[in-house]
């Protein structure tokens, strides 16, 4: 018997692989190539997802070219002074994408760390260390953003304080990492991204990501019925900043609202690519494709479904668009943004 779904400490779905192995289909338009531009990589006391597993899922059937790891708290060194932990990380995934260059995917092939930019002027000699540890690899940064009032709304193992976007340090900060030529990802719900705009407006030589569609949160005490109409006009106001990009992906987590994974069989692409036009479809509008990205954002949504069947869904939805619109989606927008 498949064990139920349970959370993770961390506040993932817990990933059932015989769960998952109980639905498969072919692989729609195999010669796509494709770039992942979020993912994680962890070894976590109840999970595991380290490159043997990322090789395995990026290995299943898509054209996956390359990757971009995206910060998550892992391997940090705790024998440093905390501002100076989260470059375990990056070293670490220098490694990882060492080990990754003879295989098929490249790896990792881009960087994102974290410096805390509310250290503003400070920010500069870690970012540089930063730079040099990953080997002409490192992309920028995410800090931990999201945040919410309601203590049902996490996904994260550590709630951050309700700031730090709208701080004053973090916008000095945040122009350090623009002079650099580096990115800032965002990773915000909903109700937080009037502070995402303010930062774009502050700093507009800084080219922003917002990770997940913008975190339409779907749990109690929110309905995604009565989301929507906020948040699309909110992702609309964001749009008008022509440095403000947009990832298209993480909606197989906890905090959206959906269900499948409560579900006695793992969602079809038919399934998923159903219940995310609306959203999917909201952002592209919104932004175009030459600022849109599809991300799987493994293995936090592999509570949800497998590698195979998400891209394939991603591919379901651009299914209208020209030979030039999927390039973009798929392929070329990360690599410019990440300069890949």
């Known amino acids: 018997m498949i064990p139920p779904p349970s959370m993770t400490a961390s506040r993932h779905i817990a990933i059932r692989e015989a769960w998952l192995a109980q639905h498969a289909e072919p692989i729609l338009d195999p010669g796509l190539p494709i770039i992942d531009p979020h993912h994680h990589i962890w070894k976590q006391v109840d999970q ?38 989260p470059l ?6 220098t490694r990882v994408a060492e080990a990754a260059e003879a295989s098929a995917t ?47 709304v996490r996904s994260n193992l550590e709630s951050p ?33 009037g502070q995402v705009l303010e930062v774009a407006r502050a700093v507009p030589d800084l080219t922003i990501i917002v990770d997940h569609c913008g975190g339409p949160i779907g749990l109690a005490p929110y309905r995604r019925e009565d989301v929507f109409a906020p948040w699309r006009a909110a992702i609309t106001a964001l749009a008008a900043c022509p440095n403000v990009m947009m990832k298209l992906g993480g909606l197989a987590m906890d905090v959206g609202g959906h269900q499948f994974h409560q579900q006695p069989m793992p969602p079809s692409s038919d399934i998923l690519a159903e219940a995310w036009r609306p959203t999917i ?60």
């Open 106 to 152: 490249r790896a990792c092939a881009g960087i994102i760390g974290l410096v805390d930019l509310t250290l503003g002027d400070r920010v500069a000699p870690l970012l540089e260390e930063h730079v040099a540890l990953a080997d002409g690899r490192f992309r920028g940064v995410r800090n931990r953003t999201a945040w919410d009032a309601s203590p049902l």
């Open 161 to 193: 304080p309700p700031g730090p976007l709208p701080l004053p340090a973090f916008r000095e900060g945040a122009r350090r990492l623009a002079a650099m030529g580096l990115t800032l990802d965002v990773w915000a719900y909903h109700p937080q991204l």
């Open 281 to 340: 479809e909201a952002c592209i509008e919104a932004f175009g494709v030459e600022r849109c990205m599809f991300e799987s954002n493994f293995p936090v949504d592999k509570g949800m479904c497998s590698y195979p069947v998400l891209w394939n869904a991603f591919k379901r939805l651009a299914g209208g668009t020209s030979a030039s619109e999927r390039a973009a989606l798929f392929h070329d927008t990360a690599a410019r943004v990440y300069r890949l």
């Open 48 to 85: 595991r997802y380290l490159l043997p597993e990322l090789l395995a899922d990026t290995g299943s059937g898509h054209d996956i070219r390359a990757t971009v790891f995206i910060q998550c708290g892992a391997q940090y060194d705790m024998a440093e002074p905390p501002a100076r932990r």
């Open 88 to 93: 375990g990380e990056t070293r670490f995934m």
